[in-house]
C-alpha cells in the first residue's frame, strides 16, 4: 500500500510540474503561447517515457544496475551520422533543414545499426551478454572518434550546427514528430507491458528464470531490440539524452520497495516527467535559457552515478 | 523417469561431458558424485536445459526435452543451482510465490497461495516469512530457495550442490527434507554432492563421474565399497558399518 500512496504522491507532483510549466505568466496567451508549451510537455513526456523504459528493461536484462543503454553506441552513432550529413552534404541539405527526413533518417539507420548488431553477435547462442555490451562500447568509441575526427575539419559555421545537435534541447521541437512517436511509442510499449512478470522472474537471475520457465534467450533478445528502438526515438526526437535513464530508474528502484516492473517502470517513467518538466522550467525560468536541460542532466547525473558507484564498492 | 542418452559438451576443445547415458529412476534419491571436475555440475545443466549439449540428448518420462515448451518443461522439473545471487530484495513469501510462475504467471489465485503456504510450512519458514533474504543466514537462505522448487511442485527435482557452505546441522536438516519429499510425497531428487557420506547415508542410488564419464552407476550398497571408491577417487578408503550407515572414513587415508 505505501507504494501506492508513493505513486500518487509522484504523479500529483508531475501533474503540477506541468501544470506550472504550461499556465505560469501565460496571460491569456491561449492560441500561440499555450500550444507551443503543450508540444514542449508533450515531447518531454514521451521521452520520458522512452528513456525510463528502456534504461530500466536493460538493466534488468544485463542485471547490471549502473548501466544504461547508451552503452551499445547509439548516442555516438546518432552524433556520427549528423556530423557525417554537415560534413558530406552541408547544413543547408534537406536532411538536417527538413527536421521530418532528419528524424526518420536517423532512427532507420540506428535501428538498422542495431538490428545487425544483434544479428551478428546473437549468431553463436553461447555468447554472454557482457561480450555484446563490450563490442558495443568498443563501437560507441569508434563512432565518438570519427566524429571528433570531423568535427575537427568542419567549417566554424556548420560546426555550430552540430554543435546544436550535441545538446539534448526540448526548445525547437517538431509537433508532426512528436505524433509519429507517440503511435510507435505506444505501439511498443502495449506489446512489451505483457512481458512484466516474466521481466520480474529474470532479475532472479538467468537460471532461476530458465527454472521458471521463461524462454530466456527470446526475451532477451526482444527487450534489447525493444530499449534500442526506444532509445533511438528519443535520440532522434530531442538528442542525446540517455543518461538520464540511469537516474530516474535508480531513483524508481530505490523509491519503490517492490520488485515488480508494473511498479518500477511506472515509477521511473513518472520520475522522468517530473524530472524532465521540472527541469525545463528551471532552465527556462531560472536560468532563462543560459543553459540547456541536459547540461544540468549531465551535472545532476553525474553526481548521482558516483554517489551510485560509491555504494555499489560499499556493499561488496 | 529421466533418460540421459549419450550426452556430450565440449568447452573449446577440451570434453568435459562425454557420451554420458544414465537412467534416473522415479521416486528416488540419485546422488552425482565423483572429484572436481569430473563434469557433474555440467551433466545436472545440461539434463535441466539451463546449458544446451553438444550431442545426445535426454528424455522425460519417454519424451525428448527439446520437444517440451520451456514452460511445460518448468512444471516437470525444476533445477536449484548453488550461487543464487539476485539483484533485489525479496521477502521470503516472494520469493516462494515465483515457484508458482510456471502456473500463474505472476498473477497468484488462491490454490497458488495454498502452494505456497504449504511449501513454506514444510520448511518451517512460517515465522520468519516475511523477513527479506539479504537478512537469513545461509542455511535458511537454501530452506527458502528450495520452498521456492516445492511450489514448482514438479515430479523431479535436480539440485546442485545444495550442502555447500552449510554446517552440519544445516547439512542433515535439507537432506532429511529431501529424503521426506521422496519418501512422502513420491518426488525424484538428483542431487550433486561432494560428501560421500552423506550421498551414502541418504540416497538411494549413486552415479559416479570421473573426467567427465559415468565410472560406476548402481545402487548405494554396490557403490559404497572400497574397491568402487578406489576407481572414482583413487583413494584407499574404509568403510565402517554404524548403525545402519555405512560411512566413509577417508579422512587419513
Known amino acids: ?316 | 523417469m529421466i533418460q540421459v542418452r549419450e550426452l556430450t559438451k565440449l568447452y573449446g576443445k577440451k570434453q568435459v561431458v562425454e557420451n554420458v547415458s544414465v537412467d534416473i529412476r522415479r521416486g528416488q534419491i540419485t546422488s552425482f558424485i565423483g572429484p572436481n571436475g569430473a563434469g557433474k555440475s555440467t551433466l545436472l545443466s545440461m539434463v535441466s536445459r539451463l546449458l544446451d549439449a553438444d550431442t545426445g540428448e535426454v528424455l522425460i518420462d519417454s519424451t525428448n526435452t527439446k520437444k517440451l515448451k520451456s514452460n511445460d518443461f518448468s512444471k516437470r522439473v525444476s533445477i536449484l543451482k548453488q550461487s543464487n545471487y539476485m539483484n533485489v530484495r525479496l521477502t521470503i513469501r516472494e520469493l516462494v510465490s515465483f515457484g508458482r510462475f510456471p502456473y500463474s504467471k505472476g498473477r497468484l489465485n488462491d490454490e497458488d497461495e495454498k502452494m505456497v503456504d504449504q511449501s513454506i510450512d514444510y520448511m518451517d519458514l512460517k515465522e520468519m516469512e516475511n523477513s527479506y533474504l539479504d537478512e537469513l543466514s545461509g542455511g535458511q537462505r537454501q530452506r527458502a530457495f528450495i520452498a521456492m522448487v516445492i511450489a514448482q511442485d514438479t515430479d523431479y527435482i535436480l539440485l546442485d550442490e545444495p550442502l555447500n557452505n552449510l554446517d552440519m546441522k544445516h547439512s542433515v536438516q535439507i537432506m532429511k527434507i529431501l529424503r521426506r519429499l521422496v519418501d512422502d510425497l513420491g518426488k525424484t531428487v538428483v542431487i550433486v554432492l561432494h560428501d560421500i557420506n552423506f550421498a551414502s547415508v541418504y540416497s538411494d542410488r549413486i552415479v559416479a563421474l570421473k573426467n567427465g564419464r559415468v565410472v560406476k552407476d548402481g545402487t548405494t550398497e554396490e557403490i559404497i565399497q572400497s574397491a568402487a571408491l578406489k576407481e572414482i577417487y583413487d583413494m584407499d578408503i574404509p568403510i565402517q558399518q554404524m548403525n545402519d550407515c555405512r560411512i566413509c572414513v577417508y579422512f587419513n587415508s
Open chain 1, 1 to 316: 500500500m505505501r507504494d501506492l500512496h508513493k505513486m500518487l504522491i509522484l504523479v500529483g507532483l508531475a501533474l503540477a510540474a506541468c501544470g506550472v510549466y504550461l499556465f505560469q505568466d501565460l496571460n491569456g496567451s491561449f492560441d500561440y503561447a499555450l500550444p507551443r508549451r503543450g508540444i514542449k510537455v508533450f515531447a518531454m513526456v514521451l521521452t520520458g517515457v522512452a528513456i525510463a523504459y528502456a534504461t530500466v528493461v536493460f538493466q534488468t536484462i544485463t542485471h547490471n544496475r549502473i548501466l544504461t543503454p547508451s552503452i551499445m553506441g547509439l548516442d555516438s552513432l546518432y552524433m556520427l551520422l549528423q556530423t557525417l550529413l554537415i560534413f558530406f552534404l552541408g547544413s543547408d541539405h534537406i536532411t538536417i533543414v527538413n527536421k521530418q527526413v532528419n528524424f526518420m533518417l536517423s532512427i532507420a539507420v540506428m535501428v538498422i545499426f542495431a538490428l545487425l548488431f544483434y544479428r551478428l553477435l546473437f549468431k553463436k547462442n553461447d555468447r554472454p551478454i557482457y561480450f555484446l555490451l563490450l563490442v558495443g562500447i568498443i563501437c560507441g568509441t569508434f563512432f565518438g572518434s570519427i566524429t571528433t575526427f570531423l568535427q575537427v575539419l568542419i567549417d566554424p559555421n556548420e560546426f555550430s550546427i552540430i554543435q546544436d545537435r550535441m545538446f539534448a534541447s526540448f526548445n525547437n521541437v517538431n509537433s508532426d514528430l512528436v505524433w509519429t512517436s507517440l503511435v510507435i511509442i505506444t505501439l511498443l510499449i502495449a506489446f512489451a507491458w505483457k512481458q512484466n512478470s516474466s521481466l520480474d522472474v529474470l532479475t532472479l537471475g538467468r537460471d532461476t528464470a530458465i527454472n521458471l520457465g521463461v524462454n530466456y534467450d527470446a526475451i532477451v533478445k526482444q527487450m534489447l531490440v525493444l530499449s534500442a528502438v526506444l532509445i533511438a526515438i528519443a535520440t532522434a526526437l530531442v538528442g542525446p539524452i540517455t543518461f538520464f535513464g540511469l537516474i530516474v530508474a535508480n531513483l524508481s528502484y530505490q523509491f519503490f520497495t517492490s520488485y515488480k516492473h508494473s511498479v518500477l517502470l511506472t515509477g521511473s517513467i513518472v520520475i522522468s516527467v517530473v524530472a524532465l518538466v521540472g527541469g525545463q522550467w528551471v532552465v527556462e525560468r531560472i536560468f532563462t535559457f543560459n543553459t540547456t536541460l541536459s547540461v544540468i542532466i549531465n551535472f545532476i547525473g553525474g553526481i548521482y552515478f558516483i554517489y551510485l558507484l560509491l555504494k555499489e564498492s560499499r556493499s561488496k
